[in-house]
């Protein structure tokens, strides 16, 4: 991903692989203004460090963001983070440990493949359908886990228009969920940056607001309705959790910036977040409509692809033929990229299926960028009846309803495994 994000940042590629906000609807007279505000009246304290769980002031702006889906933390619960990258990571370095299992969708957000690894977690991706993780499958699977004995330290979910799926979690699947980790004393990790960029209707209850807090922890960030560049984001917990927490971020990095906080408060102070938001979200939702316009005319039969009612994400999935990381290759030398669906499996699963991101680019980009993709599926495709001579497309009928999982099998690493010594 790493690599991936380098060649991007190239200004000839049309980049729908990261997942970048659009900064350039954020006006640079609002921004020289609130930081000029910072430098007239609090410029020590900007260039200070702060406290480790973050400024009370910056709590009480979360608290208000939070309000809008409907929550009421305690802000003695809230922990001003690093982005919410960190908060997923400290709470991972928080539960768990060495071969704990923890659960999370298929596919999962491709940053918290890396954290659930890092921390060497059994992690198990239960199968989503076009109502979020099936409830069904997870049942199952605390079932098997409990005759072994093991119960998963938690269960993480995007339920908001998914990354990368781009589905949302049922109101009835979120009441089962939450009472399913009550019954079970089960905890859930909800990570919601998205949840105030919907498309059309009022957005779901939290997990968070369904449970009251007890068994769910929550992630938000101002990354996808401010700016990600300010590395600001939260986590909620109950008050033995968040001491853990808070002692693992001052291990980590002691505080988060204490400039970036205040701007976020200038800036809730002066202006009309929830209008920035909506503003942002119309411009989003005119772009998912391009690109899924440009799928049905480039790609059209040769895949299926979600339709997201909120969000910055559409999840394509090919013919089991195709992989879609050495399908990126032939993308990039069309300078255009993806996400390829394996980045969001901690299994290898995903080959065939990849993340397409409609908020980062222009709708003319969008459009040329799907266009030059279905040409090298297309290519592929091609090959393939050539030399199978079998016609074996995605149906029609299927569009929208699917967000599988390609390959079951495990195949062996590719990679040459290099054996370490062992310690004396
Ligand atoms: C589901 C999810 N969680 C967490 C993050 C991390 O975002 P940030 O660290 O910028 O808050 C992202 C970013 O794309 C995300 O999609």
Redesign the pocket.
Known sequence: MRDLMEITARPDVISLAG?LPDTSTFPPEVFAARMTQIAHSSTEQALQYGPTEGFAETKECILEVMAAEGMTPDADDVTVTT????A?DLIAKTLIDPGDPVICEAPT?P??VPVFCSYEADTHQVEMDEHGMRLDLLEELLERLATEGRRPKFIYS?PNF??PAGVTLSLERRRRLVELARERELLIVE?N??GLLGFGEDPLPPLYQLDGGDYVLY?G????ILS?GI?L?WCVAPPPVTEKIVLGKQASDLCTSSMTQLFALEWFAAEDWRAYVRQVSEIYRKRRDVMLDALERYVGEQATWTRPEGGLFVWATLPDYINTTDLLAKALGENVAFVPGEAAYVDGRGRSSMRLNFSGSGEDDIREGIRRIGGVIGEQVELYETITGEHRRVGAGERGAKVEADTDEMEEPAATVLPLRKPR
């Open positions: 997942g982005g919410g990258q960190q997923i957000y940053g918290a995007v998914q990354n990570d940056p998205y992630i960030t101002f990354s996808k990600p590395r984001g």
